[in-house]
Each structure stands twice: as structure tokens, then as C-alpha cells.
């Protein structure tokens, strides 16, 4: 007689077998992996040591000055263009100063989403969207 749960133990024993052959893997990878890092920091430590590492650290330096340059130079600050919508859109009526206002609201939002990304304080205030929300922010 065919037991019914014979066909959960087939793809069990199947998934094990699977997760037991790179499992026993792992630690001959390790070793391998380990035992050639060693023998590249070696070679490094004994070839390259005529290189200062502040000329390294320069280089290193010198690039994240200039990634963290273009980061804030391609982020977009709201204010002059704040001052061009109230400069062109022009009316004194609701209707002109609630729309002057939602372009500046939608400014601010989209400022607020692009520091929420690079912004750890930012980030702890507004986590999730519903609380950018929450605050009156939309």
C-alpha cells in the first residue's frame, strides 16, 4: 500500500540531499578561498611596499570627494526656482496662489524624497512613505 505522504518525502529528501552536497562544500571553498587571499596579501605586502599608502589613501580620498561633488551638484535646491514660479506665475486670485503652491509643495516633496535617500536623520523622521504623509507633507 502507497502511503499519501510519500510524495513530501520524496522532494524533502531531494531538497536535503541538495542542501547536504554544498553544505559539506562550504568549508572546502573556505579553505581554498582563505588559503589564495593569504597569498595575495602576502605578495602584496612584500612587492608593493615602496607605494606609500598616503599616496593610495589620496587616490581613494580624492574619489569620494568627487562622487560626494557630483552628488550634491546634481541634487536639485528648490529656492531659485521657488522665486521663479512666484516671479512668472502671476495673480492675485485662489486659484493662481493655490496652484503657485502646489508646485512649490511638489518641489519640496520631491527635495524631501531625494534627502530621504542619503539623509540618516531624514530617513529616521520619514521612514515609510505614510508618514511623510502623516505629517502634511503631499
Known sequence: MKSICAIPFVFL????????FFFK??????????????????????ELSFIPLTFILGFYVSTIVQ????????MGYIESEALLIGNYVQGDDEETKMQRRAMVRYMCLSQLLVYRDISVPIRRR?????AIVKAGIR
Not at 571553498?29 to 587571499?37: A, E, I, N
Not at 562622487?67 to 546634481?74: A, E, G, K, L
Not at 520619514?126 to 505614510?130: A, E, H, I, L, W
Open 25 to 46: 562544500r562550504i568549508p572546502v571553498c573556505y579553505v581554498s578561498f582563505f588559503s589564495t587571499f593569504e597569498e595575495v596579501s602576502r605578495y602584496l605586502d612584500q
Open 126 to 130: 520619514f521612514p515609510t512613505y505614510d
Open 13 to 20: 529528501s531531494n531538497s536535503f540531499t541538495f542542501f547536504a
Open 67 to 74: 562622487r560626494w561633488t557630483i552628488i550634491f551638484t546634481s
